[in-house]
Structures are given as C-alpha cells and as structure tokens.
C-alpha cells in the first residue's frame, strides 16, 4: 500500500484513487468511488459508494461524504455525490447523495470552504467559492449560487435557493429564496441590506453597486407591488447588467422570495 495511505484505511479494490492521494488512519472508501490529485482524507472518513472527488480537496476527519440520502423514498437507486475541485470540508460534515426524484446527484462546485458539523442534504447543488460556516443546514434540493457566505446555524427549508453573493447572518431560516446580493436575517428571515463590502472585494465597481442599492430598496423599501418593482427594476438593468440577475432570479423562484 502506498506510503500515503495508512495502513489501517480500507478501501474498495473498484475505487481509483490519483497516484499521490493521502488517506489517514481508519478510513473507509467503498466502490465505485473516484478521488482525483492532489486531495486529502484525514482520519476515520467514510467516503460512501458512488461518489466522485476531484483535485486538491481536504477532507476533516469524521466527515461522512456520500451516504445514503435521508429520504424514505430512496430505494437504494445508484444515485451519486460529485464534488469538484479545491474544496475545505471540516470535521463531523455529512453530505448525502442525490435522489432518483430530482437528477440523482447531491453537487458541490469548487473552492469552496464547509466548516463543521454542516449537514448538505441529498440532491443539493452548491455552486463556488461558497463559505458555510459551522452548524449549518441544508435540506434536500437545496440550490447555492457563487459566492455566498451563509452565517452558522443558518437553516434552509427543502427546494430553497440563495442568489449569488448574498450573505445570511447567524440563524438564519429560511423558507423563501433569498435574491442576490442580499444579507438576511432572523427565523423566518428578512432582507437587512445588500452585501455591499462582499461586493468591494468581488471587484464590483461603485456604480455597479449603487445600482444594486437602488434595486434592494425598489424591491423591499418602496410601496411597490413585486411586479411593480420588477418593472421599474428592469428600467436600471437595462443600463447595469447586474441588476438582471437579481430580475431574473425572482422570476424564476419557485418558493418566493423572503419580504
């Protein structure tokens, strides 16, 4: 066995592992299980069968990555985990697989940062560059766009989705999406303000970002009905394009939109 994998790791004869791939002390990988370069599984991991990790992703110990989504529908169908690249998944993370009833796979994009005891549930699509921070949980079908930060504790009802570059604030629950660019909080929450200093660093110009401004408050400060907002809201995206994200994103929210 490779001096890069401890001797006491079991792992499956069908499961391929890249050449220089570490595996720490009592850690199990089933079949029909692909792990790619340069990534790292610390002790006493379970990696459950049909479960794709790509490159230079570290792995905590006592994280349990693919099993068995909690849904008593599952009828032990091959459905799979798929994780890519450069990705930070801390100690005691559960991430289950994906169901028949929604595409058969749980994904978590790249480079993205999932601190502990974060549970994502079966058939969740997490995009990039995405920060969970500790105890947060994401039930089933779940959709995180790019570069969202969600608070620890944040709680997200199944088939909730969060637009990109928004931001949650510790304990926050969610039963409604949250558009793009907005912070939110409390339980059921609410829309606060844009994340404007997320959007400083991200490289988002000051016009850009005043034109969000004036969006969130057209959306949630204004007496205007939605589909008043969205009129007047198209208005300043047809001179900012990033405000479109946001239109587009509330026209195609299947739960709603927090207000």
Same mark, same amino acid.
């Given at each position: 066995?490779s001096?890069?994998?401890h %001797?006491t790791?079991i792992?499956?004869?069908? @499961?391929k592992?890249?050449d220089?791939v570490?595996?720490?002390a /009592?850690?199990i990988?089933?079949?029909d299980v692909?792990i790619?370069a340069?990534?790292?599984?610390?002790s006493?991991v379970? !990696?459950?069968k049909h479960?794709d990790?790509g490159? &230079?992703?570290? !792995?905590?110990?006592?994280?349990?990555?693919?099993?068995e989504?909690?849904d008593?529908?599952?009828n032990n *169908?091959? +459905? $799979?985990?798929v994780?890519a690249?450069n990705?930070? !998944?801390?100690? /005691?993370?559960?991430? &289950?697989? =994906?169901t028949?009833d929604?595409?058969?796979v749980?994904?978590?994009?790249?480079n993205n940062?999932?601190?502990?005891y974060?549970?994502?549930?079966h058939d969740? $699509? #997490?995009?990039? %560059?995405? !920060?969970?921070?500790n105890?947060? +949980?994401l039930a089933?079908?779940?959709h995180?766009?790019?570069?969202?930060? #969600? =608070?620890?504790?944040?709680?997200l009802h199944?088939?909730c989705?969060?637009? @990109?570059?928004a931001?949650?604030a510790?304990? +926050? =629950?969610?039963q409604?999406d #949250?558009p793009? /660019?907005?912070?939110a909080q409390?339980n059921?929450?609410k829309?606060r303000?844009? &994340?404007? *200093?997320g959007?400083?660093?991200?490289?988002f110009s000051?016009?850009e970002? &005043?034109a969000i401004?004036?969006a969130? $408050?057209?959306l949630?400060k204004s007496d #205007?009905?939605l589909e *008043? @907002?969205?009129? *007047?809201?198209?208005k300043? @995206?047809?001179?900012?394009a990033?405000v479109q994200i946001m239109?587009d994103?509330i026209?195609t929210? %299947?739960r709603?939109?927090?207000r």
């Amino acid at each position: 066995m490779s001096q890069m994998i401890h %001797n006491t790791a079991i792992i499956a004869d069908s @499961a391929k592992l890249a050449d220089d791939v570490k595996v720490g002390a /009592y850690t199990i990988i089933e079949e029909d299980v692909t792990i790619g370069a340069g990534t790292e599984i610390k002790s006493h991991v379970i !990696i459950a069968k049909h479960t794709d990790i790509g490159e &230079n992703n570290r !792995i905590f110990q006592f994280s349990s990555i693919g099993e068995e989504p909690q849904d008593k529908k599952y009828n032990n *169908e091959a +459905t $799979r985990t798929v994780i890519a690249n450069n990705n930070t !998944i801390r100690e /005691y993370v559960t991430i &289950n697989r =994906g169901t028949i009833d929604d595409g058969g796979v749980t994904q978590i994009g790249s480079n993205n940062w999932i601190m502990a005891y974060v549970h994502i549930a079966h058939d969740c $699509r #997490l995009s990039d %560059n995405i !920060i969970i921070a500790n105890g947060t +949980t994401l039930a089933g079908h779940v959709h995180i766009d790019e570069h969202v930060i #969600l =608070g620890g504790f944040t709680k997200l009802h199944q088939f909730c989705r969060i637009g @990109a570059h928004a931001f949650t604030a510790m304990d +926050t =629950g969610f039963q409604k999406d #949250l558009p793009p /660019y907005v912070m939110a909080q409390g339980n059921p929450a609410k829309p606060r303000t844009i &994340n404007a *200093e997320g959007l400083k660093r991200r490289g988002f110009s000051q016009i850009e970002i &005043n034109a969000i401004k004036k969006a969130f $408050r057209l959306l949630y400060k204004s007496d #205007l009905r939605l589909e *008043e @907002a969205l009129i *007047e809201m198209q208005k300043l @995206a047809d001179e900012q394009a990033v405000v479109q994200i946001m239109i587009d994103f509330i026209k195609t929210s %299947n739960r709603s939109i927090v207000r």
